[in-house]
């Protein structure tokens, strides 16, 4: 995430969507700025009283499935890296209670926030420039047009039943 060096003035997802564009490290790293952006935007329209939404990174971890599904992995993506991440890396244990603590900890401020070994971490450069603001901005509208047929008024309305049903649930 703090690799990426994604930047847009114009559509976010056809750039991201770019087959020409497309290297897989990178766009990686660009998914995952991009989710933090979402993440923290989506924050700003729930209420942690009603649900706590955080990016939890559970840091190099050995052991798990990632990039097992690689078609042509090269030399690197074969022999090196597996090999550096079993070295260096985290259980699956260790990874899987940065979650838990994401979950049970941190309190209400962890709402929106990018968890990483054990504690909040501050967001990518980008986000803190009004260039980043205003991709955030435009990749909260282009996700809800990509979303529009759940709902005809978008997300917002969907969040507003399923407040209303969980209010009638409980009553
Ligand atoms: N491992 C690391 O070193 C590391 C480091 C930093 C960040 N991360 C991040 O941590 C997260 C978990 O990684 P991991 O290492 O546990 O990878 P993983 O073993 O490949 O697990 C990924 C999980 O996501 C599920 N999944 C994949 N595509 C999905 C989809 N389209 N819809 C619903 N579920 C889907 C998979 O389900 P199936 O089992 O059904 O395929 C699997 O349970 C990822 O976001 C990864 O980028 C990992």
Redesign the pocket.
């Known amino acids: 995430m703090y690799l990426s060096k994604f930047e847009s003035s114009g559509l976010i997802l056809p750039r991201l969507d770019n087959p020409a564009r497309y290297s897989r490290f990178q766009q ?1 790293m660009d998914t ?1 700025m991009l989710l933090m952006m979402f993440v923290s935007r989506l924050a700003e329209q729930i209420s942690p009283d009603d649900v706590l939404i955080n990016v ?7 052991g ?6 690689v078609k042509n992995p090269g030399f690197a993506a074969r022999f090196f890296i597996p090999l550096f ?1 079993k070295t260096v ?2 259980s ?1 244990g260790a ?1 899987a209670s940065v979650y838990i603590h994401a979950l049970i900890t941190e309190g209400r401020k962890r709402h929106g926030s990018f968890i990483s070994d054990w504690t909040i971490k501050p967001y990518p450069r980008l986000m803190y420039t009004q260039k980043g603001q205003s991709m955030r901005e435009r990749l909260w509208q282009e996700t809800m047009e990509e979303l529009h047929f759940a709902s005809d008024s978008g997300f917002a309305d969907l969040f507003a039943s399923g407040r209303e049903k969980f209010v009638n649930n409980q009553n």
């Open positions: 990686y995952k939890c990174n559970p840091g190099m971890t050995a798990t499935g990632l990039g097992k599904d991440v890396g985290r699956v990874g």
